[in-house]
C-alpha cells in the first residue's frame, strides 16, 4: 500500500511540476520574445504603407496596407485569419441582399389586392378623425373662455408667490456659484502639489519622469531610414528646415537624409522604420515605479 500511494504522490508532483513548468516557459516566451515591426512607404501626391508585425516566432502576425487600391488590415494566428477583410464581408453582403430582395418581391406580388383594400380605409378613417377633431375644438375654446377668466382673480395672488420663489432662487443660484468656483480638479492639484512639497517626497517627480522617458525610448524605433525632397514656397522656411535635419542627419548616423529644393512646390520621398519591443522592460520599469515607497504614498494621496 505504501508503495501505491508514494508512486501516485510522485505522479501527481510530476503533473503539477510539468504544468508549472509549461506555465514558466510560457511567461519566458512572452516576456523575452520580441514584438517585431516594421513599417516601409512612399509619398508624392498619395501615401503608400504597408506595416508588417509578427510575434512569438510569427505565432500572431499580420500586416496593414493602404493604397489607392487597397485599405485593409489582416492579423493570423499561425495560417488562421482572426479578422476578415472588407471583400469578404462585402461579398456576404451582397448575398444577404439579394435574397431580402427577392423576398420582398414575392411579397408584394401577393399582397397588392390587399393593400388597396387598406388604402380605401384609411382614407374613411381619416375623414372621421378631422370631423371629430374640429368638433373637440369647438368645446375646448369654450371651456378655455371660463378659466380665463377664473384665472384673472387668482393673478394677484399669484405674483406675490413668484417674487419669493425669485428671491429663493437667487439665492440659491449664489451659493451654486460659490460651490462652482472651487472646482474639484482645482483642488485635487493643489492638494497634490502641497503633498509633493513635503520634505519626505522630494524627488518623486524626478523619478516618475525618468522611468517616463526610458518608456518613450522603449517604444521609439530602433532603426529609421528616411529620404525625402522638400520645397516650400518661401525658400527660407526651406533653408531652416534643411538645417534642421542636417542635426538629425548627424545624430541618426546618416539615416535621414533630407534634400532642399529652392526652386518648386515639393514633397516627396520613401521611409522605412523597424522597431522590436520586449515586455520584460516594460513590466520591469511599471515594478520598479510601483514598489517605491514615494509613489505609493501619492497614489493613496490620488485615491483619497
Do not use: C
Request: glycine residues 4%.
Amino acid at each position: 500500500m505504501l508503495k501505491i500511494t508514494g508512486l501516485i504522490l510522485l505522479w501527481i508532483l510530476r503533473i503539477i511540476g510539468s504544468i508549472l513548468g509549461v506555465i514558466v516557459f510560457l511567461l519566458l516566451l512572452i516576456l523575452f520574445v520580441p514584438f517585431r515591426y516594421t513599417t516601409e512607404g512612399k509619398f508624392d501626391n498619395n501615401i503608400d504603407v504597408k506595416v508588417k508585425f509578427s510575434w512569438l516566432f510569427h505565432f500572431i502576425n499580420g500586416y496593414y496596407i493602404r493604397n489607392d487600391s487597397e485599405n485593409k488590415t489582416v492579423v493570423k494566428l499561425l495560417f488562421f485569419k482572426l479578422n476578415k477583410s472588407k471583400k469578404d464581408s462585402d461579398k456576404t453582403k451582397n448575398k444577404t441582399k439579394d435574397k431580402d430582395e427577392t423576398k420582398k418581391v414575392k411579397v408584394l406580388a401577393e399582397n397588392q389586392p390587399k393593400e388597396v383594400k387598406k388604402i380605401k380605409e384609411e382614407k374613411i378613417e381619416k375623414v372621421e378623425e378631422e370631423i371629430e377633431k374640429q368638433v373637440v375644438s369647438k368645446n375646448v375654446n369654450k371651456k378655455e373662455t371660463k378659466l380665463n377668466k377664473e384665472n384673472d382673480n387668482k393673478t394677484g395672488k399669484n405674483k406675490e408667490n413668484k417674487e419669493n420663489k425669485k428671491n429663493k432662487k437667487n439665492k440659491k443660484k449664489q451659493n451654486s456659484k460659490q460651490k462652482k468656483d472651487e472646482n474639484p480638479t482645482i483642488t485635487k492639484i493643489k492638494s497634490m502639489w502641497n503633498f509633493l512639497q513635503l520634505p519626505e517626497n522630494e524627488g518623486t517627480l524626478k523619478f516618475i519622469t525618468k522611468y517616463l522617458v526610458k518608456i518613450i525610448k522603449w517604444i521609439l524605433p530602433k532603426k529609421v531610414e528616411i529620404n525625402m525632397e522638400i520645397g516650400l514656397e518661401d525658400p527660407s522656411i526651406t533653408g531652416y528646415i534643411a538645417a534642421v535635419t542636417s542635426i538629425v542627419y548627424v545624430v541618426t548616423k546618416k539615416n535621414v537624409v533630407v534634400v532642399p529644393n529652392f526652386n518648386e512646390e515639393v514633397m516627396k520621398g520613401y521611409f522605412k522604420i523597424r522597431g522590436r519591443l520586449y515586455l520584460y522592460q516594460l513590466v520591469y520599469y511599471i515594478i520598479r515605479v510601483i514598489l517605491d515607497k514615494r509613489v505609493r504614498r501619492l497614489i493613496k494621496e490620488v485615491r483619497g
